[in-house]
């Protein structure tokens, strides 16, 4: 039997569950390892808090397991993203305002990773309320890059793909918008993915933008990706906006053979601006890709240029209407100078909410104010709309548009 000091977490997580069904190693096991380097990497600030009753839960895995039950992630210790609700912690989204409340029911997500035998060991820091791209403006400090402490990580799911960089889980949740679970995976070297719109429940998961938000996870193996969506796609009662899926997200142990998969890398990705060594890995990639057999053209999705301005009038609309319910009243923090009803109110969003929250309420409620939804809110929706008959267009023709996360390296953290 494998000693706790020696298990490296990042090993494929189907090579760790067949050592687990084996007998080879025990879910308390892994979970004192996960535990243990989450410990000895604590000055990277990927976590804001460690779940005391992971061990117990770690023993329960091992008991079903004893029992005979056959479990797809069996023992397998994960962190979810601190705007997921979870028992036995606390859910902060990063942000004051919510410290320190306490979830009275828990995500989808959560309920079928733990039903399948994964262990809940911590939760993991964010740009406070998912609001970043650095994982700098968590209201609880910032997250070091795993690879270069002295860049940033990526955001918002910073702290998500840091731990999982760092081996200190097998993987973890997170929630992307734009970008929030891509770009900290390009930027820790992980796996990240985006599922499409609906296909995973947002239920149980702090909402940013409800129209875009969606549901991903960060892995150190592709095949450790197909094996997480397959437990956590489907559709769900508690959230209309889910999907059906297909029978499996499985993926097979060896790479497939991409001749006649037609590809299209997107020339807009690939502009001036770009840095010369992403650039490079790009262009690396894709000749790798067209020695697999695949087969690559070039397309231009002129509307890109719209994109950003387009996310930064609907999104920000979607943060203004989703934060009114933090009010000082309900949950969370509640300022203890109000003397009324509407100091309560006041003080509590003045003292809660961090900067980049106040900038996007205000955004936001600007754009839907009277007078200004058409001119603003209204427009961008047709706009959002255009670009995604241009994607819809280009994937009538094309298996998989080709591109990088981002156009440059990390920036240098800038809070310490």
């Known amino acids: 039997m494998k000693k706790t000091s020696v298990i490296d977490l990042r090993q494929p997580i189907a090579d760790i569950v067949a050592d687990v069904m084996a007998g080879r190693v025990t879910a308390v096991q892994l979970a004192q390892a996960s535990l243990d380097r989450i410990a000895a990497t604590s000055d990277y600030n990927a976590v804001l808090e460690v779940n005391p009753r992971a061990l117990e839960l770690a023993q329960a895995v091992d008991q079903r397991i004893a029992a005979g039950e056959k479990l797809p992630l069996a023992g397998i210790p994960f962190i ?80 998500s793909a840091a731990a999982v960089a760092l081996g200190q889980a097998c993987f973890a949740t997170g929630s992307d918008t734009g970008s929030s679970v891509r770009l900290p995976a390009s930027f820790c070297g992980v796996v990240g993915m985006m ?14 933008g409800s129209s875009f938000d969606t549901i991903g996870a960060l892995v150190n193996h592709v ?36 001749k ?29 890709l067209k020695s697999a057999g695949a087969r690559i053209s070039e ?30 009243i309900r949950y969370g923090y509640s300022s203890p100078d109000a003397t009324n009803l509407e100091e309560t109110y006041l003080l509590s969003r003045q003292h809660g909410f961090g900067a980049e929250a106040k900038r996007r309420i205000m955004i936001g409620t600007y754009v839907l104010s009277s007078g200004y939804y058409d001119a603003y809110y209204k427009r961008a929706q047709k706009v959002r709309t255009l670009i995604i008959n241009e994607f819809k267009k280009a994937f009538q023709e094309y298996d998989a548009l080709l591109g990088p996360v981002a156009p440059c390296l990390p920036s240098k953290s800038v809070k310490k």
């Open 299 to 328: 397309i231009s999705i002129p509307l890109l240029q719209k994109a950003l301005g387009a996310y930064y009038i609907l999104v920000p609309a979607e943060v203004s209407s989703n934060l009114a319910r933090h009010d000082g």
């Open 195 to 208: 599922p499409s719109y609906g296909l995973v429940s947002r239920s149980g998961v702090v909402a940013m």
């Open 260 to 288: 006649g998969t037609k590809m299209a890398v997107i020339k807009e990705y690939m502009a001036d601006g770009i840095d010369s060594g992403v650039k490079s890995v790009i262009e690396h990639s894709i000749d790798e």
């Open 80 to 159: 979810a993203k601190d705007n997921f609700l979870t028992f036995d912690t606390h859910t902060t989204a990063a942000s004051n305002i919510l410290r320190p409340y306490e979830a009275i029911y828990e995500g989808a997500v959560i309920q079928r990773l733990k039903a399948a035998g994964a262990v809940l060991v911590a939760k993991a820091n964010l740009d406070a309320f998912a609001h970043g791209s650095s994982t700098e403006n968590s209201d609880f400090g910032p997250t070091k890059n795993p690879v270069d402490p002295t860049r940033v990580p990526g955001g918002s799911s910073g702290g």
């Open 223 to 258: 095949t450790d990706m197909g094996l997480i969506l397959d437990i956590i796609a489907g559709k769900d009662p508690l959230d209309a906006t889910t999907v059906d899926r297909t029978p499996s997200y499985l993926l097979p142990s060896q790479p497939q053979p991409l």
